[in-house]
C-alpha cells in the first residue's frame, strides 16, 4: 500500500507573507531586530512586497498612516518585540484616536519565556490593548492565517482603527501544514445601512429647516469618495451650509460657496456662530469632540440634532441628540439622496439665514495684520496654496500653529488630500506621513508643512526620503518657538514663556544637504513666490526653511471653557490669563 503523501508545511512567517499578500499588501513600514528576523527572512525571499527602511518605529507607524490616510488601503507596520513595539505604540495610539486602518505585527520573545522578563521583552498586548481596535498574541502558527484575516477585516471595517498582532518568535519559527483551512471567525459585525424610517425623519427635519447645517468629520472621508459624492449632492440639493472638523477638510469642497470652512477651536467665525444659530444639525461621521464643542451648555443649545455614526460609542458620549443613526456615514448620506428624491423634495428658501451668514463672513475673521518687513506665516501658506492648487498637493503638517494656519489657509476640494494628527496632536507626525503618502501616491506633489520645533521629533526619517529616493516636501514656517505652547502661555500663564523657545536650532539648509536633499531658506516677503517656484521645480526632496513673523498667534480661536459665541479674533484684546477651570481644559 503506497503511503500517503506528506502534506507541505510553511513557517509560521512564511504563512504571514502568504497572508499579507492575499490582503493585497504591497508595501510595508518596518525596522528589523532579533525577534523579527525569521519574518524578515521570508521577506528577503519574495517580491511581492515592499519593505520601506525607516529610521525609528515611530516613523514607521505615522508613514503607514499617511500611506492609508491617502490611498484608503491599511497601512502595515513590522517593528521587534520590547523598544521597537513601544516605540510604535504613539502612532497605534494617534491611528486609534483619527480612525486610521493600519495593522501593526510586532515580535514577541518565545513563548516559553513569556513572563520571565527576557531580553526586550514587552507586555505589547496589554500595553496597546487601550489604544487599538483590536489586539493578538499568537501561539501556534496554525492559527496565523485566520488571525490576521480577521485582524484586516476589524481594522478596515466599521470605523477603522489599528489591529497588533504580536507573535512570538518560535511561532515564526515553528511550521504549520498548509492545507489547514483557517477562515476569519464571522463575529465581527460592523454597521452598515440605516434604519429607513430613521433616514426619512432625518430627511423631513433638514427639509423644513430654516437654519440647517451639515457639521461633517473625518468619517466621510473614512467611508470613501462616494460618500464625499453624495455629501455634495445632499448639499445641492438642501442648500445647507457645510462646515468640517479638521479631520473631515477635503470631504467638501473648500470652493464651494456653501462651505463655511472649518469649525471649532481655531474654526472660522461663520462656521462657529452658525453652528450656534442652527435650527437641525446634521453631524456626518463626526464625535463632538471637545475642540469643536466649546462649553457643552452652550454649545447649539436650539438645535435639533441628528448624528449619524458608525461607532455606536460615540453617539450620546459626550452631546446628548435628538435622533441617532448607527450606520455607515457614505451609505446613510445616499440613503438621504435618495429618499429626498423619492420624496420630491424642494430645498426651503433659506435667503434669511444665508443672510445671516453673510453677516457673519463680513466679520473677515481669517484676515491678519500684513507686514512688508517679515513674512507673515498666514500669507506664506496662502502663497503656498496659490502656487500648488493647479496640482492638488497631498498636504501633511506636523502639529502646531502651523496646522491650524494650513488648516485655515489652504484650501481643499478633494478628499484624502490632507493628513493630520486630529486626536493625538502628534508632533513628529507630518514627515513620515509625507513618506507613506508618497509611496503610495507616487506621481504626486507631497508636502509637510511643518514647524521648526515640531518637525525635529522625527527629523532621521530624511533618510527614509533619500533612501528611497521620494521627493517630498518640506515647508518649515520657523518662528523660533514653539508657537502654540507660547499663545497659550500668553492667553493663560500671563506671558510667563516657560521653556517654549526653540533654542539652539539646526541650520535646516546646511541639514539638508548632509541628508542630500535641497535647502532652500526665505526671509523676505518679496522673495517667497519664487523660493517656492525652486522648491517645486526640484525634482528631488526639499527642505525650506521659511523665517516668518516670530510673534505671530493663530486667530480666531475660542478659549478653553468658552462657548463658541466667545471667539478671540486678530484684533481682540486679552487679558493673559484664565481661570483654573479654563487651565485645566487647554
Sequence with gaps: MEQDKKVPEKSGAEILIDCLIEQGVDTVFGYPGGAVLPIYDALFQQ??????LVRHEAGAAHAAEGYARSTGKPGVVLVTSGPGATNAVTGIADAFLDSIPMIVLTGQVATTLIGTDAFQEADTVGITRHCSKHNYLVKDPADLSATVREAFTIATKGRPGPVVIDIPKNVQVATAPTNVVNNAPKRFHPAGEADYIAINKAVELLANAKAPIMYTGGGVINS???????LRELAELSGAPVTSTLM???????????????????????ANMAMNQCDVM??????FDDRVTGRLDAFSPNSVKVHVDIDRSSINKTIRVDLPIVADVGTAIRQMVDVWKGRKYKAQPLDEWWSRIKGWRAVDCLNYPASAAEIMPQYAIERLFNATKEKAPIITTEVGQHQMWAAQHFHFD??????????????????????????????ALVIDIAGEASIQMNIQEMGTATQYRLPVKVFILNNEWMGMVRQWQELT???????SYS???????????????????CEKPE?????????????????????????????????????HTDMILHSDQVSGTMDDEAKALV
Design 224 to 230: 470613501g469618495p462616494d460618500a464625499s459624492a453624495a
Design 503 to 521: 533654542d539652539s536650532l539646526p541650520d535646516f539648509v546646511a541639514l539638508a544637504e548632509a541628508y542630500g536633499w535641497k535647502g532652500i531658506r
Design 282 to 287: 446634521l453631524c456626518l461621521g463626526a464625535r
Design 414 to 443: 478633494a478628499p484624502n488630500k490632507w493628513l493630520t494628527s486630529g486626536g493625538l496632536g502628534t508632533m513628529g507626525y507630518g514627515l513620515p506621513a509625507a513618506i507613506g503618502a508618497q509611496l503610495g501616491n507616487p506621481d
Design 248 to 270: 473631515g477638510l477635503g470631504a467638501f469642497p473648500a470652493s464651494s460657496p456653501a462651505w463655511l470652512g472649518m469649525l471649532g477651536m481655531h474654526g472660522t467665525y461663520e
Design 527 to 563: 522673495e517667497l513666490d519664487a523660493a517656492i517656484a525652486e522648491m517645486l521645480a526640484y525634482e528631488g526632496p526639499v527642505m525650506f526653511d521659511c523665517r516668518v513673523a516670530k510673534r505671530a498667534n493663530c486667530f480666531p480661536m475660542i478659549p478653553s471653557g468658552a462657548a
Design 47 to 52: 517580491k511581492k512586497i515592499k519593505h520601506v
Design 493 to 499: 500663564y500671563e506671558s510667563r514663556y516657560s521653556e
